[in-house]
């Protein structure tokens, strides 16, 4: 299905059940929404949940929009989302890059939001030397670019990628989420261009330290692309947040973390 922001269409799956509490995921940097674990989403589906996975702008399905944008135009397609499904509010939960924006959408509309969950996220008030010093880590990041560079299938990219991000086990995972991506015509973390955008939009907003939603800001130990320390100084700058960081877990939720990040939304609510 699709929302509309303006001239932004947003592409969205509702998962079901209706009469389970809606939560809106925002996946990481110019990736769709065929990217979440399925097993994840059976574990929130399982704690009494109503998975609802977008595509931002820039991303998968949704509108590419070349002119730039701000990060509250990020935020307001996720209310879109929102507005679409009928629902007066919602839980929201963002990884990575879809952390920060999960982040805003609490800040820039709270009456709208439920809870607010981030995992493997910076912080919404880092600028990008902040983000480049002491959250990345650069040694993974450029094995990544060099792999990105490589010739090879889509499916090897994937494949790769998710190793050297710490996913074990997700080979099969990998290639299915490129197979979906190329049954819906689209190519996640293909176009640099529109990493750039999303990258650069910028915030006009308030800081966390205005945050009055409950937040869970989660990470695992393992994650080899942000240091832990970007999770620690976002849960330190929200009132009230709790911090949990995952023995084992790298930089996407693996088997064995899925039912552990389920049961702490559920209980955050």
Not at 56 to 82: M, N
Not at 93 to 98: D, N
Not at 145 to 174: C, H, K, S
Request: aromatic letters at 6%; proline letters at 6%.
């Amino acid at each position: 299905m699709f929302a509309v922001n303006g001239a932004v269409r947003v592409a969205y799956d509702d998962l079901g059940p209706p009469g389970g509490e809606p939560i809106l995921l925002m996946m990481g940097l110019a990736a769709s929404r065929f990217w979440w674990p399925p097993g994840l989403l059976d574990a929130l589906q399982r704690n009494g949940f109503r998975p609802a996975v977008l595509d931002l702008r820039d991303a998968g399905e949704s509108t590419r929009v070349p002119r730039g944008y701000t990060a509250e135009d990020l935020t307001d397609d996720v209310i879109a989302v929102a507005d679409h499904l009928g629902l007066a509010a919602a839980h929201v939960f963002g990884l990575s890059f879809g952390g920060v924006v999960a982040q805003r959408v609490a800040l820039r509309h709270p009456g709208r939001v439920r809870t607010v969950t981030c995992f493997a996220a910076g912080s919404s008030d880092a600028g990008l030397a902040r983000v480049v010093l002491r959250y990345l880590r650069w040694s993974t990041q450029l094995r990544m670019l060099r792999r990105t560079r490589r010739n090879g299938t889509d499916e090897e990219r994937a494949v790769a990628l998710f190793r050297i991000a710490g996913y074990p086990g997700g080979d099969d995972f990998a290639r299915t989420a490129v197979a979906r991506d190329r049954e819906h015509g689209i190519r996640s973390m293909q176009d640099t261009a529109a990493q750039r955008r999303q990258m650069g939009a910028r915030w006009h907003g308030p800081r966390l330290s205005r945050m009055r939603v409950p937040a869970l800001v989660m990470c695992g130990d393992a994650d080899p692309v942000l240091h832990t320390r970007a999770s620690r100084e976002t849960a330190a700058a929200i009132p009230g947040a709790r911090l949990s960081i995952l023995p084992g877990v790298g930089h996407v939720p693996s088997p064995g973390s899925w039912d552990t990040i389920a049961t702490a939304v559920r209980d955050l609510h």
